[in-house]
């Protein structure tokens, strides 16, 4: 069931992102596909990684890790069925349990606080690999959001930065839930300007990635510069649970 819709869907999607990035004169391949499969089987990863999807989302912690698990036990040696996923942290990361997400994702894309950041740092192995994240700025205002406000992003990003056990690759945000196009647009580029900003003023900043867009929204987040666009629903449906 997930793999026909999926063999829709994908082909579909990835058009769409391929247009809207040369609507922005930008190179499709510049755009990276998350397929986010919070709330949805194990059916629909293993149909995601039967149609060539490498980046896997998901944006809660124990999900993420025992789906992880249960993919791993499955796959068993060389073969179509070892492709083996990159996973994405995409929500919020409760700090009790930030020491995990160091094993469990390639990317966090939900730094949202110092205080986890702090917590990260803190509970990190000596000596070990730096975590790739990405600092999510609440760009929309929402009070509902999570992420940096724009101001506290500048005030503390220099901390962030001095972190050994952080690799801060670039900026995450998420669009309000609205049917207002140039509301969506605006979270969106204010997130651009806020990264090109600190790439300014920060000799050590060397962020790059932009991860902004779902399923309403991921076509003005690709023109408006984004490099990860995070989909659920467009590609697996809504989600079941
Ligand atoms: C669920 C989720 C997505 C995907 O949402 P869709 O609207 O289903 O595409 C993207 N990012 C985060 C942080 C999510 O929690």
């Not at 990264?195 to 023109?223: C, F, I, K, P, W």
Request: include cysteine; proline fraction near 6%.
């Amino acid at each position: 069931m997930y793999q026909t819709r999926l063999e829709k869907t994908l082909p579909q999607v990835r058009e769409r992102i391929a247009e809207a990035a040369t609507r922005a004169g930008r190179q499709p391949t510049s755009i990276r596909l998350v397929a986010v499969t919070k709330g949805h089987p194990l059916e629909a990863i293993r149909a995601a990684l039967a149609c060539g999807v490498r980046e896997l989302g998901e944006n809660r912690l124990g999900e993420l890790e025992e789906k992880r698990r249960r993919l791993e036990e499955m796959a068993d040696g060389p073969g179509p069925d070892s492709a083996v996923p990159r996973w994405h942290m995409v929500g919020h990361l409760q700090r009790r349990k930030a020491p995990g997400v160091r094993k469990a994702a390639h990317l966090l894309h939900s730094l949202d606080s110092l205080r986890l950041a702090r917590r990260l740092e803190r509970t990190a192995p000596d000596g070990c690999d730096p975590l790739p994240t990405l600092i999510q700025v609440n760009t929309s205002g929402e009070e509902s959001k999570y992420g940096f406000t724009p101001e506290d992003f500048r005030s503390q990003v220099e901390e962030i930065l001095e972190m050994p056990s952080l690799e801060v690759q670039g900026l995450m945000t998420m669009a309000p839930l609205t049917e207002d196009r140039d509301l969506i647009r605006t979270t969106f580029r204010r997130l651009r300007e806020l990264q090109e900003e600190a790439r300014e003023t920060h000799a050590d900043y060397r962020g790059r990635e932009l991860s902004m867009g779902m399923s309403n929204d991921y076509e003005l987040a690709v023109e408006e510069g984004s490099t990860l666009v995070r989909l659920g629903t467009v590609l697996f449906g809504e989600r079941p649970e």
